[in-house]
């Protein structure tokens, strides 16, 4: 198992109740914050998945500006929304961090959408876990070691599951290869919501 030590798996960890509450924070965000067409550095190439952010940071990419994290939406300008209390609690019960997340990057997969391997590394405070969220349609996740071609695992996300990337397994690389449209009725549109929340800066 080439997976390193700090990676968690908490398979259905919100029950449906949690989903669908968490769900309507996810809509409000996203109201203030419209979803947006990332794009890869220099090439500008754009991601198949769509993104927004909530609180004091939001990771976002560019062709210009590249990887990086900002408190405003790149085309409203707005600051972006606060982390809804839902999440600020999920933190709270799994990361094992004192200091509370700083972002929460929101993706929207739909059928078509997958997101290639990479590294979570933008990220000043590098002892703090990144937790993610799952919510609407299954997706199939991989996640290896802390190099690029290290052998990896494949495992289903599915609505609620919860998954912690700490200690070594901070810098694994991790990906989605695809999703599986129309196995949740969360999301009346079909698709899926990925939340990752991650503290940015040191805590004073
Ligand atoms: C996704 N997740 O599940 C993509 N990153 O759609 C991630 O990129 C991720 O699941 C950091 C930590 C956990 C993750
Ligand atoms: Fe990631």
């Known amino acids: 198992m080439a997976i390193p030590q700090g990676f968690s798996y908490l398979s259905s960890y919100l029950d449906e109740e949690r989903q669908r509450k968490l769900l309507g924070a996810v809509r409000a965000v ?29 990771w976002l990419t560019d062709r210009d500006g590249g990887y990086r994290y900002q408190p405003t939406h790149p085309d409203t300008g707005h600051a972006w929304a606060p982390i809804p209390e839902d999440l600020m609690r999920l ?19 739909s059928g078509t959408s997958r997101l290639g391997s990479h590294k979570d590394a933008d990220e000043t405070d590098l002892s703090a876990p990144v937790l993610s969220v799952s919510l609407g349609d299954d997706a199939q996740f ?5 190099g690029r071609t290290d052998p990896k695992e494949r495992l289903i996300l599915r609505s609620g599951d919860v998954i912690v990337l700490g ?38």
């Open 30 to 58: 996203v109201a203030h914050s419209p979803l947006y067409t990332p794009a890869m550095p220099r090439s500008g190439k754009p991601l198949s998945v769509r993104m927004t952010n909530c609180g004091s940071l939001g």
């Open 91 to 109: 933190w709270r019960e799994v990361a094992g961090y004192a200091a509370p997340p700083e972002a929460c990057l929101i993706n929207y997969y």
């Open 167 to 204: 200690g070594a397994a901070r810098l694994a690389y991790h990906g989605i290869d695809r999703i599986y449209p129309g196995t949740s009725d969360l999301l009346a549109e079909g698709g899926r919501f990925n939340l990752t929340l991650r503290r940015v800066n040191l805590p004073d």
């Open 142 to 146: 991989h996640v290896g070691g802390v």
